[in-house]
Each structure stands twice: as structure tokens, then as C-alpha cells.
């Protein structure tokens, strides 16, 4: 395995390395070496060629300085180092090796105890091209080990064999990596992890999030109008094409009063009355032919002003839509508003309505309930509006703006909502395939909830990267490749009462890897395999904070879902 960094070090040639799922090592001390001749400047005086059947074909000293050996690969053959190695237990070890392939793969060069069976301390695996191989293995017994060099993979091998050293590593110097991640994406040929964050020093793109589509700014996400006749949304004259719906026989006019109400919308004195005789239910309605199609997969918010009398005996106003008759009970309801409003004062009532499918339904306006003789109800300045977002809802969980935050409300699915990550969406362009991608934000959720933020990288892999459990705002990120679908963001984990707002979201390409960036190849021979046969040990020190994810974003944890589990070395 080769692990470059950005500076162009490979760890392999002993700047340093991941080892044994412990630390990340850089700058190691280490001890004495303790393979004799393991250069063979001048000889390979030592070393011995396994016994027959098992001999190597070729077992000669080079005169480049190196051992040379042959094989056809018809049988399998060994040859070690002869010495006895001692090690000792609980002590960490470096074998480093330089193989120089002219034809041919070399099965494995790897360290046993000299007496033979036992334990296997560490092995290189498959070597198919040139290269220095770097393995760190910890010594279970105190005993005597040999360096040995085989081949049992029925393959024809010619190679040289140079500068075999085995050293104790004795200060292990594991770089700081406090507050920092290792997050590591499949792109089907490397794994590519980055250790750090922006204040690291990484090169990101521009935002990909369309103007206020990642900050939820709501006065920049509102469409156009959906009463089309300003005349019906603020009665500057009279009540257009509104009309009286509901049971009771009251009455619906057009009212010019100055009610000296505070907060008045504006200063015309203009509004409708819905008069009540006390009767059955009582609303103000516009027929859809006043209204533009409401469409479906839309968000839209949806707004009157209203006011009441203090003596009033409903205080309750409604806002919604109804089917096509404007009479009797309203039997077809998509959606209502009910909010008690305070007496003598102009109040806006808010809903913001998913439409599934499009609608052309009557608006309402009236009170939620049925309204006591005399009671009166003033509404003006209406308006039906969509949001240009693209978020979707899971079963009926509700989506509103709230205080230039995403607000997803649990109804009855757990799913929350979701984003497409594409140009069709949200995004000013799409998102290319194999390049690696930083999405950040920040989210909080309603006391005791906790709410899961979870990514599909537009392959098969989905995972949760991060719990909520916040009710004040915490940021996160998140490091993806995208696959050859389309990526998505979508919450897990909601259940009933809870509520999450999602703010200030960035989303960016990865142009440049940080200073301490790394990249993970695959085993040796193994191009063809996927994100299961990466090979890379990794952790953190004991005072540092270190989380590794997967390809799916799923931190890895000492439960591994077998499904994201990487094979470690």
C-alpha cells in the first residue's frame, strides 16, 4: 500500500504511516537495525534458500546490490534472512523493505519466528510493481523471528530484493490531530481522506447553493403572487371577487371603518367584515378562478391580516382552502390555520402548505369555529405565495421558513424531508462524479429531540454523519464523492413532537486537499475491488480528538455496521 501526502512525501519511504489502527506515526524514532545484510552491498552472505521442493530457482547476490531470485512458479519456494532477530514483547517494530519488479508478482515478503510455525508478525501480501513496502507489527512473545522472502501464488516471478532493515520504533511522535477528521470516499480506484478542515488550510470552491437557497432567506425565495388582482389582496375599493362561504346567514362586505387597531397592515382603512349571526361557521372565500394554479411538490406560504373585536366571543381565525362550493359546511379542507388572536389589534396570520399535487381550491378567511351572534372578524392583505425551495417532506411532516431557517416539523414519517443535490434543484450546477465535495451547515432541534443528518452519496451508500441533540445552533460538515447518481441530504430518527431548523448550509468541491491531507491506495493488487478491501490503520493518541468516516459518511464506531466496515490493517 502507498500513502502520499500533498507535499509529495510517500509514507512508505519512512516519513511516515499509518499503523496497527493506532496512531498516525510522523517522525518516529527508531532503534538499531537487526537484520544482518540486509543492503547486500558487496555479498548476501546470511541469507539461505529454502530446501528442496521449496527452493527458489535463482537465489544470487546482484551486482546492482541486491538479492536476486527467480521463481517459475510451478512450485512454491521460500528463502530467509538466517539470522535470529530478536524482538520483544510489547515492543512496535518497523520491517521496510525495496523490491525492484522485472516481471511477474511476488506473493509476500513477511517476518516468523526463526524455530518456525508460529505466528505470522506481518506480511507485505502481493507485490506487482517497484516500490519501498513499509509493515509495523508488535511483538506478542519475546523470541527469535526471520525475515522471509516466498512466493505460493502460482506466478513467475523475477525481482531484486535491497535495503531489508527491521528497527524498533522507539518513540512513536503521533502528530496532534485534536479537532480534526480523517474522512475517507470511494471514487471506485482510491480512497481519499483528508485529515483537518478549512482552517487547515484546504482549497474549496464557490458555493454551489443558488442565492438564498442555503440560508433560507425567505424574502428571496418568495415567487411571484398567487391572487393575481391586487384589488382581491388588499381591497383598496371593495372585496372583488370574494364571497360569503359557511352555514351561518351572516354577511360578507366590503368596510372602510378606522378601527384605530394597532399594527394596521397599512394606512387605506380599507378591509373586508365577516358579520356573524350566530348560526353555523362563517368565511370569506375567493373562488380558484381568481387564483393562479397552486402546483404541486411546492412550498408555499400563505398569509392574511386579521382583527377582532375585544368582545368578541371567537378569537380564533382560520386561513385554508376549501373545495369548489361556497355554501354549507366546508367538507374538502387542505389544510387550516387556526390562532387565537388578541382583541383590538391587526395580527398576521401565517401557514406554510406542502402541496403534494396541484390545487385549484377556494381560499378562505373566517373563524376557526362557529362564531356567537354580533361576533366580527376584519381580514386584509392576503397573499398566496410559493418558495422557490426544493426540499421534500416525508408522509405529511410539515416545512416552513422561521426566522430565515428551514423548520421540518414530524407528522408521521421519521424520514424528516430530503434534497436533491442537482443543478435542477437547488445547486447552480450539478455535481461531477469521482470529485470529492464539503458540505457544511448548521442545525438545532426542540429541547430533549434528537435528530439525525444523513447523506446518500448518489451510489448505494447512505449513512447518518451526524446526531442533533441542540436547541441552540452547532454546526457540522460533512466530506462526500459523488457516485454516478444524484447525492441527497434528508434527515432519520424523527418521531413525534420533534423539530429540527437547518441553516446556512455551504456546499463545495474540494479543489485542493490541506496541508495535512493523505490519500489511501488500495492493497497492491486489488484495483478491482471495492471501498471493503482498502487497507489503512488509523486512530488518534490518547488526548487528541480523531473520528474516522467511511465512503457513506458513517463514523466508524466500535460497533462497525459490516456494511461500511473498512478491512484495517
Known sequence: MSIEDQTGYTYDQGTGSFVDDASWFSGEALGSELVTNGTFDANITGWTNGGAPYAWDTWEWDASGALHVVTDGSTEVYGDSGDDIAIVSGTTYKLSVHVTITSGTLSRIFLRPSAGGGATYCTTGNITTTGIYTKYFTGSVTENIVVEIGNNNGVAVDALIDNVSVKAVTSLATQSLSGKKLIASDDTYTATGYIGSAEAGEALGSDLFDANKGTFTEAGLLGAEAITAQNDRDFNTDIGNWVKAGSDTGTLAYDTTNLGYTDEPDADDDQALLTAVGDGNLFGAIPHTSLETLTANTLYKVTAWAAVPAENTLKRVTIGAQGSTFSGSINSLLWLSGTTIAGDTWTEVTEYVWLAADVEGNFVVGFDGDPSAGDLLYFSDISI????????????????????????????????????????KDLSSDLTATKQYKLTGQAKVSAGNNVSLRFHNGDALEASFADITSTSYIPFEHYFVKGSGTPYLRLANMGAGEIIWLDSLVLTEVTAADAQAVTIYKERGLATEGWLEIEAGFDYNSITAFDVYNAGGQKMASNLNLLFNPKLM
Open 385 to 424: 405565495k410559493p418558495l422557490t425551495l426544493s426540499w421534500v417532506p416525508y408522509g405529511t411532516n410539515t416545512l416552513s421558513i422561521d426566522s430565515n431557517a428551514l423548520k421540518i416539523t414530524y407528522v408521521d414519517n421519521g424520514g424528516g424531508a430530503s434534497l436533491l443535490l442537482q443543478d435542477s
